[in-house]
Every structure is written in structure tokens, then in C-alpha cells.
């Protein structure tokens, strides 16, 4: 199907909840869904920035739905409160997985759980938190992560997913988004064999950044926020599917091929597994 990124499908009667939606691309997530209509709840570590980003949102979506709540991937009582707040808003149509340490931490830090920070935020923090929400989402809801182009350049070491052997900043964070991706294609074939009608997919933004323009392999982030878009509304979007730009790091929303190893299902088991053990959170797939 053509998908114009420009002319959304009505979103009226429906909620999607963006983690990181107070900025970046998970921003334009929140601008571009509430713009088609949906109420949109940004669920953000800082109340005060995503009050701004919904006071700006309203100022450019005249009558936009939007809410939020405060929620701190790297705490699980924090995801715990945030999930048990999410779940009393009433049905979920749409979670999206978009908040993310995307700046390199230097050295190896810890979440307040004693979690690796990266892999603890991007992934296994998303784990808990979609887990927790779960109960609320609609029967035929829907999960989107956020990939990355990193899982081109960093080797997917399921044995190491902690960066407990070697910590280096930019493979800590792709790890993560190994992990995510990972977790994104598991939970669907976890929701397929249970015979839900639920469905996970992960979608990357390419290379996006607000500064410098070089349109061969940058792009800014309301185009980064494409992909995600398509993958959390577009009615012909499968689960266990990854879409980003067409041309890789920048372009229009398209089915993208993922990294072998996030789709592997003994590695997303694997992730799977640690995840539920890192965070001692059980995923309730019925
Ligand atoms: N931009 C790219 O080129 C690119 C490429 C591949 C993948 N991605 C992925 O796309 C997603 C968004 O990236 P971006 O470029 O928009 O990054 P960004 O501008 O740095 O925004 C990251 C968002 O995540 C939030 N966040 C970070 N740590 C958090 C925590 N502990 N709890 C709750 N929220 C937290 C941030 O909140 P604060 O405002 O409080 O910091 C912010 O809202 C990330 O998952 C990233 O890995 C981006």
C-alpha cells in the first residue's frame, strides 16, 4: 500500500502512548499521531519539558489530545508507577518504545536497579514498562521499539549484553538497540503462538538530527519519525515487521530487513529471558 506520511489515517478514538515523547523524534511522534487525531499520552521522565513539547503541540494542532505521565526508564519503580497510571487511563490502541539514552555515557553506570544504564534504559526498561501496560492494551494493540542503523556497526554479543566483560560507549548502546530489536520480533511471535491478535513491530528513523543537512544519509527528526509513525497506524503493517527510511539512513517509510540476529528466535528468546530476569518482571503474553 502507498502510506503518505503528509495524510494519516483518522486517529480519533484511539490512544498511543510515546515514551520520550517530550523530545526528539519521539516529539514528532506525539505531533504527527495527535495531528491525525489520536489522544496521544507522553510518558516522560520530566513532567516540566513535556509539558512544553504539549503546550508547543497545541499551539500547531489546534484541539490535540494529549496527557502526561512522568515515567523514568531507569528505575523500575518508576516504570512500575507509570505503568499502574497508564493502565488507569483505559484502553491502549498504541505503545510506543521511543525513549532512549542516545548520548555516550563514558563510563559503564547503572540504573537505580543496578542495571547496565543503556541496555537497562533502551531495553530491558522498555521490556518492563510494555509488560506492566500490557493488561490495558487493546486486543488488537499494538507494540512499536526503535531499532537502529547501530546494530549494522556493533556485534550483537548476546553473552554480554551488560557490557560486564567491555564497556565501550557505542557498543553499549548498540547492544541495546540489539536487544530491543530483539524483544520487538520475540514479542510477536510470542503473541502469534498464543493466538493473539495483538502485534509487535520495530521501526528505525535512519540518521536523523535537528542540525546539519546532508540529504544522502541525514535526515531531520520529523522525518525520522516517519517510520514509527507507519509502523504504530498503518492498518497493512504486520506484526514481526521492521520498517525505516526507504533509502536506509534517510527517506520515506518502508519495510526495512533487520540485522539476522534480531530476528533470530533463539536469540530473542535468549534476550527474552534475561530481560524478564533482569527486571523480574513476567511478561503476561494471554
Ligand atoms: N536520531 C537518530 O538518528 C536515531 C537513530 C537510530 C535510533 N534512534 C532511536 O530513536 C529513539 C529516539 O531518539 P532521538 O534521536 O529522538 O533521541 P533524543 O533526542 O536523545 O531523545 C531521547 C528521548 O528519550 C528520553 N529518555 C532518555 N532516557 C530516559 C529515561 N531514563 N526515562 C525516560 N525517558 C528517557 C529522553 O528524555 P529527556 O528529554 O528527559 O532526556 C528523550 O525524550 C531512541 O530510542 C534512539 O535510540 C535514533
Known amino acids: 500500500m502507498s502510506w503518505d506520511p503528509d495524510r494519516l489515517p483518522d486517529q480519533h478514538g ?5 515514551t520520550g515523547g517530550n523530545a526528539g523524534i519521539g516529539a514528532r511522534v506525539s505531533e504527527q499521531l495527535a495531528g491525525a487525531g489520536a489522544r496521544v ?3 516522560s521522565r520530566s513532567p516540566e519539558r513535556a509539558q512544553a ?3 508547543g503541540i497545541r499551539d500547531r494542532v489546534p484541539g490535540a489530545a494529549l496527557a502526561l505521565v512522568r515515567l523514568d526508564l531507569a528505575s523500575l519503580d518508576s516504570i512500575r508507577t507509570a505503568a499502574a497510571e497508564l493502565r488507569a487511563l483505559g484502553r491502549i490502541d498504541v505503545l510506543v518504545n521511543n525513549a532512549g539514552r542516545t548520548d555516550a555515557v563514558r563510563r559503564r553506570e547503572t540504573t537505580d536497579d543496578g542495571l547496565e544504564l543503556i541496555v537497562g534504559t533502551n531495553a530491558f526498561g522498555a521490556f518492563a514498562l510494555t509488560a506492566l ?10 507494540v512499536v521499539w526503535l531499532g537502529s542503523f547501530a546494530t549494522k ?6 553473552s554480554d549484553l551488560q557490557s560486564e566483560r567491555r564497556y565501550a560507549p557505542f557498543r553499549a548502546y548498540g547492544l541495546s538497540k540489539h536487544a530491543t530489536q530483539a524483544l520487538g520480533f520475540e514479542l510477536d511471535r510470542r503473541w502469534r503462538a498464543a493466538g493473539s491478535a495483538r502485534r509487535s513491530l520495530v521501526a528505525h528513523p535512519g540518521f536523523a538530527l535537528d542540525r546539519g543537512s546532508f540529504p544522502l544519509f541525514l535526515q531531520s527528526k520529523e522525518r525520522g519519525a516517519w517510520p514509527v509513525v507507519r509502523a504504530a497506524i498503518d ?17 520515506r517509510p518502508a519495510p526495512a530487513k533487520p540485522v539476522a540476529s534480531s530476528a533470530d528466535p533463539a536469540f530473542g528468546a535468549e534476550v527474552w529471558r534475561q530481560a524478564e530476569a533482569a527486571t523480574g518482571v513476567a511478561f503476561p503474553i494471554a
Open 235 to 251: 492498518p497493512d503493517a504486520e506484526g514481526g515487521t521492521f520498517w525505516g527510511p526507504h533509502r536506509g539512513l534517510v527517506g
Open 153 to 158: 556497526l556493533v556485534r550483537g554479543d548476546v
Open 14 to 18: 484511539r490512544t498511543v502512548v510515546v
Open 41 to 43: 499520552v507522553l510518558a
Open 133 to 142: 501496560v500490557a493488561p490495558a492494551l487493546a486486543d488488537d494493540g499494538r
Open 53 to 55: 513539547t504539549i503546550d
